[in-house]
């Protein structure tokens, strides 16, 4: 959190945050005081005219903060002791200061350790081992993208980490009421209305998490006795009017920022159902939830080894959970986590066939297979997450060349990696063999290229160009520059640094590109070349290159709105 360009609270954390100040602070649910928060505390939007475009979405007139507020409700208490802590100690009260930004860090942490606890305690009714147990809830926190998404960047303001809590007890608490050994006792009634009535205020998604009831013991028998009990208990009645108090909350925020009760924040994006994108959302490179978090295919696996109809009930689960959630415009659901971080909530359900998975090998005298799995899935979990911090893994870009070109990685790597089944054209152009930068000397011999015919000005015109570097300073300065014209005057510059990929004076390759700026068209030309703007250290360039490179439609380079 010490770097301007590294902050707890972003991206889609800050829309389902910024209810808090916005209601104890700024007194202000049309969010402008985002505006001036931005500038101070983001380096990396400071330019930006609009910041609340990031969580506002307007349409028909209306200006609404498109994220739903049960992350700003489960946050509360933890914004409540920074704000009153900000005061006494003498720190900022904007909401967005050093104090609560690692306030929130301690907020994700802890909802994560509650998760854990309940799904213990939910795994524990089941009779395994408290071997296996403590060996499942490992596998779950450090072998999956839990670990991302409870540590990574921006994560903890996102919304995963604290639905893994709700879910692990609404799991729990549901196999507390549909037993069919005990008596349907009202406070479970008042605790899964509750749960589920956060859950959908959080993401109304995850309220799919009601398809798994059956798996707790829910028939139609004990539907009705549940029902009963509801009416005429007062803690039914409370759990009733407490969800319903929940939901209006929703209604009564968008009144606040509309003038209507009714309101689709989330207004031109969609599921798509009739595309759903199946393979790509389990196996794809991009983000792909088994490529990325390997443990679940033993998860999956166990779902065969359950009695009764346990296995119809999580084959239909986890069909229509895949289904729905891959069939989102931006499928990719890229972020500040490794893999799909929208099944993350749905671990404490894999949790269960997990360990029945692991319980097989065991009583089938495979234990040391059992208690391999850690080994080799926790080092590969922790490695591409740091990956994808350091962003050598680009889950949101990633091919299969680029995966297993940079599997073993733990630098920094420049990438711009496009698949090459998508690319339509291409034209590849050599700039220089070598070139030595110095005080005297801080350009490199560039070349100015015409664009080519196929290049527009789209979605899908990309330039991308290439080298070796070296020298004798990590800390250089040094700048690759695109820079276009026309009719020789510069209409467009960019500048890709190259100080993070220089590694003990060492050959490194570097990759960088671009789409291709909206303000150049056919006749343009380019100039390709490195910058030294200041030191007095030498920089070593060899094997300049640059590609023009059109692809299809196939694949999506869109960040932000469809």
Same mark, same amino acid.
Request: glycine share 6%; hydrophobic share 45%; with cysteine.
């Given at each position: ?41 983001? %380096? ?14 307007? @349409? ?72 296996? /147990? ?62 589920? +009535? ?27 006795? /549940? ?33 209507? @009760? ?6 031109? %994006? ?27 295919? @033993? ?45 993350? %909530? ?47 893994? +680009?889950?949101?870009?990633?091919? +299969? ?69 070296? +020298? ?55 100039? @390709? ?12 360039? %060899? ?20």
């Amino acid at each position: 959190m010490a770097s301007p360009y590294e902050r707890v609270i972003g991206c889609d954390g800050f829309g389902y945050y910024s209810y808090l100040p916005a209601l104890f602070i700024y007194h202000d649910l049309s969010f402008s005081f985002v505006n001036e928060v931005y500038p101070k505390y983001y %380096e990396v939007l400071k330019n930006t005219p609009l910041a609340t475009t990031h969580i506002i979405n307007e @349409f028909d007139g209306h200006r609404v903060n498109k994220y739903y507020p049960g992350v700003s409700i489960l946050l509360c208490p933890f914004f409540l002791i920074a704000l009153l802590s900000a005061k006494l100690a003498g720190f900022a009260t904007d909401g967005y200061s050093k104090i609560f930004q690692f306030t929130i860090v301690l907020a994700a942490l802890f909802y994560v350790w509650l998760g854990l606890i309940f799904l213990k305690k939910l795994l524990n009714r089941h009779n395994y081992t408290p071997w296996l /147990v403590s060996l499942t809830l490992i596998l779950i926190l450090f072998g999956s993208n839990l670990y991302s998404c409870s540590i990574t960047s921006y994560s903890p303001s996102y919304a995963h980490c604290y639905l893994f809590f709700l879910v692990s007890l609404f799991c729990y608490q549901a196999s507390l009421l549909f037993d069919k050994n005990n008596d349907p006792k009202e406070k479970y009634i008042f605790w899964l209305l509750l749960t589920l +009535s956060l859950i959908i205020v959080t993401r109304p998604q995850d309220g799919l998490i009601i398809l798994t009831l059956p798996l707790f013991g829910l028939t139609f028998q004990k539907m009705k006795e /549940v029902i009963k009990r509801t009416f005429n208990s007062v803690s039914g009645l409370s759990g009733i009017f407490t969800g319903l108090i929940l939901l209006a909350s929703v209604l009564v925020l968008w009144h606040k920022q509309t003038g209507c @009760f009714f309101v689709n924040s989330y207004h031109g %994006e969609y599921f798509d159902l009739l595309r759903p994108h199946i393979t790509d959302f389990l196996l794809g490179f991009r983000s792909g939830w088994l490529t990325y978090t390997p443990l679940m295919l @033993f998860a999956l696996s166990g779902i065969f080894l359950l009695k009764g109809r346990a296995t119809f009930i999580l084959l239909i689960f986890w069909t229509v959970v895949i289904f729905v959630l891959s069939s989102w415009w931006w499928w990719i659901y890229p972020g500040p986590a490794l893999g799909q971080r929208v099944m993350v %909530e749905y671990y404490p359900i894999a949790a269960l066939t997990l360990i029945a998975f692991l319980d097989f090998l065991h009583k089938k005298k495979y234990g040391a297979l059992a208690l391999a799995i850690p080994f080799l899935v926790i080092p590969l979990n922790i490695l591409q997450t740091l990956q994808f911090k350091t962003g050598i893994i +680009s889950t949101q870009y990633a091919s +299969s060349q680029s995966y297993f070109r940079n599997f073993f990685k733990t630098r920094p790597v420049p990438q711009y990696p496009i698949p090459k089944s998508i690319i339509e054209s291409m034209i590849e152009i050599p700039i220089q063999d070598f070139s030595i930068l110095t005080q005297s000397n801080r350009f490199s011999a560039g070349k100015k290229v015409p664009l080519p015919d196929f290049i527009k000005t789209d979605d899908y015109s990309h330039i991308r160009a290439s080298m070796r570097i070296r +020298s004798n300073s990590p800390k250089i300065k040094d700048v690759v520059v695109f820079d276009f014209s026309h009719k020789g005057k510069s209409i467009s510059w960019n500048g890709f640094g190259l100080s993070p990929y220089i590694y003990d004076k060492d050959w490194s390759y570097y990759e960088c590109g671009m789409l291709l700026p909206s303000t150049v068209a056919p006749g343009d030309s380019i100039a @390709f070349y490195v910058w030294k703007p200041e030191g007095n250290d030498s920089t070593f360039v %060899e094997n300049l290159k640059l590609e023009f490179i059109r692809i299809n439609d196939s694949y999506d380079f869109r960040i932000g709105h469809p």
